[in-house]
């Protein structure tokens, strides 16, 4: 059955384009098609993908052009993929296709576009594989990378492949270790001894969020908590800068909101409170410190340095035991806890304000990485301080009530009010009693007002080998009276000591500092890393004196902190881009990726380019304008693709049976693009009807070469140009998609008369979408050239307006018809036309109308009783 669609009907659905239309759309095109007088030719995809893919490789024809800085420019890009052994999943290309979508149609609106790719190639993955295979890493890198070009290439991206980088290529790691350089010349790279996460079977310390329960996310190994020696980078120093800078991005709010919460900006007031018997304080922030007489016990984290000291020898034992079990807890682990542990230390802190003795507990709820690593527990007005008070049978005192209504104690009362119990500050507001407690406190010299984040340092150390290595090296001593050029330090019976206090920058000129060839990277229990174990690359002689290299390696985070910069100048050798690219490319207008990375990859990046920005090698504080997040596409059983679960679907398979076009058509075409979404192979067949329509339709046009078009097709095509332009600006390409079937469906409706102009325009349409299948009908109509910089379709607006619309009748709210009615037409010839249709008169006939809702274009409502 063909989807024959009126003109004045199928207008209504593109101006207000909704899912069941989209649904009803596809569903027709998934039907069945009855044959139509003379059998159609099936569009033979796998003839016409390969042969146009050769020709957009020997032609170049998506080399980035020379920039003209008098036509608008648009610098597209995706997050770029790291190279799995199991290359890509039916999911992956969601987020490819939307921006290669977009990146066509503006070459064809005539923007220069920049859109490259590129390969986030180190990391700990990569080295378990090889580890387990006991291949190299560079190896299976190279191969997995290899599949992915392959499978990109196969699915039509119009990548600029000129520019193709990868993370592990050695003039890439050469730049990545020069900004490490520059950040450390501004102070913003140091050595720091901090409380980390060893995994010894990984072999590498883990991040909170990698880690379950007290194992590792990956292997679900033990891990240790301990304080090691770091490479940090000092994001804190940004840390206003970062939240301010969101301003004015076009991002996704939630995405917005992780990056503010992340960064954790508070503005509150320090308070200190003395240890009974000793010289010692414990220093506190709040936000909260009109709740400053609600104090009943303070809590340390685990971890705080001052534990041991507040400490009672009765209480030892249980302390330490506390302390212990808790050290291989993440932070993550700890504040999700929904169980509140502690143990009371037996000591005390003096109150500041009214000198009462305030017990201190040791709780892991607290973190030693937030804030001060301590709080002051009021639980009548925090509500984990309220859990943990319960918990252990501990005061609750109220120290402010609801301005109106009742105070109820069954839980903490946590919003703003009056201050009661409070002394002098008693009756006064939430906003007035925080200040004059503050300025007391301020006055008193036990505190005062300051600002804190809840943004850490970043540990940059990683204790393995694939990754870039840290281009500092260290001097070495030994024992007094020897003569260090007659030692060899990488002998294991060669007493020696390194100066880690004694940091020293590889010269720039001699960058890059190279990882050595190792036949054995397998980590080990050395939390100094398997680069440890290189002693003839970790040693080496200078002017008369031995050295050290740094042993740890840069996290994968570093290379995907800056590749956007080194596309705009991939072959530079003499800097990471030159200032002349940078203005005239950057910002990226249009970042596509997972909503994973809402917060550590884009925060990391956006440090790092703000520290350029502020060395002047770029002149814009932020890199990514525009950030869209793909949704995630999971297996037909509702559940993420993964092969523990069996769900995974290979594009190689989709791509043999049904061709390139096809998924990419049918993965614009599921929903919309921000959506989670599940895959259904059976349903890309839907697609693959309306490719043989489409390509038919043209082949008629071509070979009947009609030229006349009749007012109705007319006003259609307009229609489909204006939905399909809008559509693609605002990223909604499953409408698009959906006006095009429309269009298409009429024109086979038209048999032999297809018009030639209509032909033309659904080729030009369809291409960003179907570039192989846009391509092909583009040369069937009689084109030499590639279509890829062929002038966009231009829609007359006049022609986008019916002069009659076909619109919904309700009868007291339930819909009973349509009528179809001039578009300017009052509410008297909307009712004529109503009562003459059926179902309606059948409602209203011998009843009193009472009232008449009529909204001109949408809607007419009538009230009968």
Not at 242 to 260: F, I, K, N, R
Not at 483 to 497: A, G, L, R
Not at 648 to 654: A, E, F, R, T, W
Request: proline share 6%; with cysteine.
């Amino acid at each position: 059955m063909l989807l024959l669609v009126s003109a004045r009907r199928s207008v209504n659905a593109f101006v207000s384009p909704n899912k069941r239309y989209v649904a009803r759309t596809f569903r027709l095109f998934s039907a069945t098609a009855d044959a139509p007088p003379t059998a159609p030719a099936t569009y033979p995809f796998a003839d016409v993908e390969p042969k146009w893919q050769a020709y957009w490789e020997e032609n170049n024809t998506f080399k980035t052009p020379e920039r003209d800085m008098s036509k608008p420019k648009k610098y597209v890009l995706d997050m770029f993929p790291y190279p799995s052994g199991a290359g890509l999943h039916v999911g992956h290309p969601e987020g490819y296709t939307a921006s290669d979508v977009m990146s066509r149609y503006w070459r064809m609106t005539g923007h220069d576009v920049l859109h490259p790719i590129g390969w986030d190639s180190f990391g700990l993955p990569a080295e378990q594989f090889a580890v387990q295979t006991g291949a190299q890493p560079a190896d299976t890198t190279a191969k997995n990378i290899a599949n992915f070009k392959r499978q990109l290439k196969m699915l039509g991206f119009s990548y600029d492949w000129d520019r193709e980088i990868a993370t592990t290529d050695v003039n890439y790691v050469k730049w990545t270790q020069w900004i490490f350089l520059q950040l450390y010349k501004k102070g913003l790279a140091e050595q720091s001894e901090v409380s980390v996460n060893w995994c010894p079977a990984l072999g590498t310390v883990l991040a909170n969020e990698e880690i379950i329960n007290g194992k590792s996310e990956r292997g679900d190994h033990p891990v240790e908590r301990f304080p090691l020696r770091q490479w940090i980078l000092k994001i804190t120093d940004y840390a206003d800068r970062l939240e301010a800078g969101l301003d004015g991005l076009d991002w996704p709010s939630g995405t917005m909101t992780a990056q503010q919460q992340w960064i954790g900006k508070s503005i509150g007031c320090q308070i200190v409170f003395d240890v009974d018997g000793s010289d010692e304080s414990v220093t506190v922030f709040t936000t909260r410190a009109d709740t400053v007489m609600g104090v009943t016990y303070v809590t340390l984290a685990p971890e705080h340095p001052l534990v041991s000291a507040v400490t009672t020898p009765e209480q030892k034992e249980e302390v330490d035991k506390y302390v212990a079990a808790t050290s291989s807890r993440s932070d993550l682990d700890r504040t999700s806890s929904k169980e509140k542990t502690g143990v009371f230390t037996g000591g005390y802190v003096t109150h500041p304000m009214t000198g009462e003795k305030v017990p201190v507990w040791v709780g892991d709820y607290v973190l030693g990485s937030y804030g001060t690593g301590a709080v002051m527990a009021v639980p009548a007005h925090d509500t984990r301080d309220f859990e943990f008070a319960k918990a252990f049978d501990l005061d609750i005192k109220w120290v402010v009530e609801p301005k109106k209504g009742e105070l109820n104690k069954e839980e903490a009362f946590t919003e703003s009010g009056v201050a009661i119990n409070s002394g002098e500050f008693d009756g006064l507001s939430t906003k007035d009693c925080k200040k004059k407690v503050t300025y007391k406190l301020k006055e008193m010299e036990k505190g005062g007002p300051q600002i804190t984040y809840k943004l850490r340092d970043w540990v940059f150390s990683r204790q393995r080998y694939w990754g870039e290595p840290i281009p500092i090296y260290f001097p070495v001593d030994f024992p007094e009276g020897v003569d260090p050029m007659s030692q060899d330090p990488t002998s294991d019976d060669c007493e020696h000591t390194i100066r880690f206090d004694q940091a020293i920058p590889v010269d720039e000129a001699d960058l890059p500092l190279e990882l050595p060839l190792m036949e054995d990277f397998a980590p080990g229990d050395d939390p100094a890393g398997c680069l440890a174990r290189a002693k003839d690359w970790r040693y080496f002689q200078k002017d008369g004196k031995w050295f050290s290299r740094e042993t740890n390696t840069m996290p994968q985070w570093a290379g995907s902190c800056w590749y956007y910069l080194r596309f705009l100048d991939p072959k530079n050798t003499d800097a990471a881009f030159s200032k002349k690219v940078d203005e005239q490319w950057m910002p990226v207008d249009l970042y596509v990726g997972g909503a994973e990375h809402a917060v550590l990859h884009l925060l990391y990046a956006r440090f790092w380019h703000q520290v350029l920005y502020d060395l002047e090698y770029t002149q814009h504080p932020e890199p990514f304008q525009r950030l869209v997040h793909q949704g995630m596409i999971l297996g037909s059983d509702g559940e993420k693709m993964s092969k523990s679960r069996g769900n995974v679907v290979n594009p190689d398979d989709i791509v043999t049976a049904q061709g390139a076009d096809a998924l990419r058509m049918y993965e614009m075409f599921m929903g919309p693009l921000e959506a989670v979404k599940p895959w259904q192979t059976s349903q890309v067949s839907g697609v693959v009807r309306f490719q043989n329509k489409l390509y038919n339709v043209v082949k008629m046009a071509a070979e009947k070469k009609v030229t006349e078009m009749d007012d109705e097709t007319t006003r259609l095509l307009h229609k489909t140009m204006k939905k399909v332009t809008e559509d693609i600006e605002s990223l909604s390409f499953n409408t698009a998609i959906s006006a095009m079937m429309v269009l298409t469906n009429h024109l086979q409706s038209l048999k032999e008369e297809v018009p030639l102009e209509a032909a033309e325009k659904l080729a030009l349409m369809v291409s960003p979408f179907a570039p192989h299948l846009g391509e092909e009908c583009w040369s069937i109509l009689g084109n030499e050239e590639t279509l890829a910089y062929h002038p966009w379709v231009e829609f007359d607006e006049e022609l986008c307006i019916d002069d009659t619309i076909t619109m919904g009748v309700q009868v007291n709210g339930k819909a009973r018809g349509e009528i179809t009615i001039p578009a300017d037409a009052d509410e008297a010839t909307a009712m004529a036309a109503a009562k003459e249709v059926d179902r309606v008169k059948a409602q209203i006939d011998g009843k009193d109308i009472k009232k008449i809702i009529y909204v001109q274009g949408r809607i007419l409502n009538i009230i009968a009783k």
